[in-house]
């Protein structure tokens, strides 16, 4: 089966989360409650769909790595995004339950605390995940 599509269906994934989490954030701030609600609840489902095909494609491929063909300054700054996207992507998902967890207990002054901290991470995960996209697929130079 061909998943070639896999990786632009994720990076529009990862946009429609950073638009859904803005209008989230523009909702509460608006004090639209269940609005706020429904948004963010549809952004958890968004960026949970994102890391269920993200795994496929990477277990269709054996875990196989896409090489970015950039080499020098160009490479480093790469890396450096990948790696700081990496490590906090790894703890999206836990921040993501807890938050939605806390809201739909009602415990709104934790979820407040913790969104605070929350949101901007999630926010560079979904666009740093187009980014990486971008580099690693339609602006990849040609393997050397």
């Known amino acids: 089966m ?3 599509f896999l990786p632009a269906l994720n ?3 990862n946009a429609t989360a950073t638009l859904l989490l803005i209008r989230g954030r523009r909702l509460i701030r ?4 269940d609005r706020h609600r429904r948004t963010m609840l549809a952004a958890f489902g968004v960026s949970t769909l994102f ?3 993200y795994v496929l494609h ?11 063909h950039a080499e020098g300054l160009a490479k480093t700054l790469y890396l450096v995004l990948l790696a ?4 906090l992507a790894a703890v999206v998902p836990f921040l993501a339950i807890t938050l939605v967890v806390l809201g739909l207990r009602g415990r709104i002054a934790r979820h407040r605390r913790l969104a605070r901290i929350a ?11 187009v980014v990486i ?7 990849n130079p040609a393997a050397s």
Do not use: C, Q
């Not at 700081?84 to 490590?87: D, G, L, P």
């Open 30 to 33: 608006a004090g639209e409650v």
């Open 133 to 139: 996209f971008l580099l690693l697929y339609p602006l």
């Open 11 to 13: 990076a529009a994934l």
């Open 51 to 53: 890391l269920a095909f």
């Open 2 to 4: 061909d998943l070639s």
């Open 119 to 129: 949101w901007p991470i999630w926010m560079y995960v979904s666009i740093t995940g």
């Open 84 to 87: 700081s996207h990496v490590v």
């Open 58 to 68: 990477k277990a269709a491929r054996d875990f196989e790595n896409t090489t970015f």
